[in-house]
């Protein structure tokens, strides 16, 4: 097969210490800008149902939850 005639060499001279946190690529600024056509598109008015709303929570407490961080190559 072709693929077994394949020679990869990786430069590993002048390489940026890799990014291993969340914090790390914010830092470095080491991220990407979501392109506008994922965005949401926005349906009802927010603020207007939350006011109407038969149920309200008056306080909350949110723990951290995981973060999830994509690393691409």
Do not use: C, W
């Not at 990786?10 to 392109?35: C, G, H, Q, W």
């Amino acid at each position: 097969m072709a693929s077994n005639l394949v020679v990869v060499d990786y430069d590993m001279e002048n390489l940026e210490p890799p990014i291993l946190t969340l914090e790390e690529a914010v830092k470095r600024s080491s991220f990407f800008e979501v392109p506008p056509f994922f965005y949401p598109k926005q349906v009802g008015d927010a603020s207007k149902g939350m006011a109407e709303a038969d149920h309200k929570i008056l306080s909350a407490k949110v723990g951290e939850g995981k973060k999830i961080f994509h690393f691409k190559t």
